[in-house]
């Protein structure tokens, strides 16, 4: 059983930095890439950065500057380093562990973790 578990989120003034971190348990079937996503009320989840199975990584234009996505495999560990924080940066910010999905060959996800608050503050 995939288990997903994120830490590191809190509360800073912007400018500031938070590194969150996502320990994963379990072997990931046909795994195809990790990512972070985030969430606020009323919105749907997105995407915010992601590192994919060819050494590729992807993200929002927003934080292409200010985010670094990495793995240490060692640890089964992802990390989304965020400097630079924004107000608008205030979300759930959720780990992902995907998958290619068998039957369109598509990179989905397909765990969760429970989500870490990161709230950001003038």
């Given at each position: 059983q995939v288990h997903l578990m994120e830490s590191g989120g809190g509360?800073?003034?912007?400018?500031?930095?938070?590194q969150l971190s996502c320990v994963v348990s379990g072997v990931i079937p046909v795994?195809?890439?990790m990512g972070w996503y985030?969430?606020?009320?009323?919105?749907?989840r997105e995407i915010v950065m992601a590192t994919l199975g060819d050494g590729s990584t992807r993200a929002i234009d927003s934080v292409k500057d200010r985010?670094?996505?990495?793995?240490?495999?060692?640890?089964?560990?992802?990390?989304l380093q965020m400097n630079n924080l924004e107000t608008e940066?205030?979300?759930?910010?959720?780990?992902?562990a995907m998958s290619v999905n068998l039957t369109s060959h598509a990179?989905?996800?397909?765990?969760?973790?429970?989500?870490?608050?990161?709230?950001?503050?003038?």
């Open positions: 509360s800073v003034q912007a400018g500031g930095s938070l795994s195809c890439g985030r969430q606020t009320p009323g919105k749907e985010f670094t996505i990495s793995q240490d495999r060692a640890t089964d560990t992802l990390y940066d205030t979300a759930v910010y959720y780990c992902a990179c989905q996800v397909r765990y969760w973790g429970q989500g870490t608050q990161v709230t950001v503050s003038l």
